[in-house]
């Protein structure tokens, strides 16, 4: 099924956007900015709270709209968050905007994506079938999370942390790129 295809290739692009910049979040955001860690949890918070309201936005997009459109609008948003913290200057109010910025509107829009993703993935796969295509999916994004862990490591050291959570977000973009591409079912 190509919307299941779609699904799973932005699952496992997600998977490694998400480990690239795992691998250097932390040493950026603490080391190279200078945040302390009190400052940095209440900013993580914002992230838990604009999740749990994603949780509730998602419900609430028309019918029309869900799906593959809201999987798009929701990979763009994560990727404008991802792509907004490199520009942090340090340990300045523009940099507390640059992590809340990411914090608030690339969780809601993950969230937003895993949601519409999963609605629709649940909605065109035959219910025998429903648990095999999960664990597939799960195991291709498993797969992809070992290798942008790996990816995300190499890069941090050759091209820096900055470069590197920015070659995070450009995976997101293609991430969206992918399943604007798709037709729907």
Same mark, same amino acid.
């Given at each position: ?5 779609? *699904?799973? #290739?932005?699952? =496992?692009?997600? @998977? ?8 250097? $979040? =932390?040493?950026?955001? $603490? ?8 400052? &940095?949890?209440?900013?993580? +918070? ?13 419900? !609430? ?16 948003? @994560?990727? @404008?968050?991802?792509? +907004? ?5 340090? +340990?300045?109010?523009? /940099?507390?905007? +640059? *992590?809340?910025?990411?914090? *608030?509107?690339?969780?809601? /829009?993950?969230? *937003? ?19 095999? %295509?999960?664990?597939?999916? !799960?195991? &291709? ?9 790996? #990816? ?6 050759? @091209?820096? &942390? ?12 293609? #991430?969206?790129?992918? %399943?604007?591409?798709? !037709?729907?079912?």
């Amino acid at each position: 099924n190509p919307t299941l295809a779609t *699904i799973a #290739a932005t699952g =496992m692009l997600i @998977a490694v956007a998400n480990q690239v910049i795992g691998a250097v $979040y =932390m040493l950026f955001v $603490y080391r190279e900015l200078g945040f302390s860690p009190g400052t &940095l949890g209440m900013l993580f +918070a914002l992230g838990s709270f604009a999740s749990f309201a994603s949780a509730f936005a998602a419900e !609430r997009v028309p019918e029309r709209h869900s799906g593959l459109p809201a999987m798009f609008v929701g990979l763009l948003l @994560a990727a @404008a968050g991802l792509l +907004a913290l490199p520009l942090a200057p340090g +340990a300045t109010l523009f /940099g507390v905007a +640059a *992590i809340a910025f990411q914090q *608030i509107v690339g969780d809601f /829009g993950h969230v *937003i994506w895993q949601v519409h993703q999963s609605s629709l993935r649940q909605k065109i796969t035959p219910a025998p079938l429903l648990g095999r %295509v999960g664990g597939g999916i !799960r195991f &291709l994004s498993s797969v992809a999370t070992l290798a942008g862990t790996a #990816a995300g490591g190499w890069l941090g050291e050759t @091209a820096g &942390l900055r470069a590197t959570l920015a070659s995070g977000g450009a995976i997101l973009l293609v #991430a969206a790129a992918l %399943v604007l591409r798709a !037709r729907p079912e």
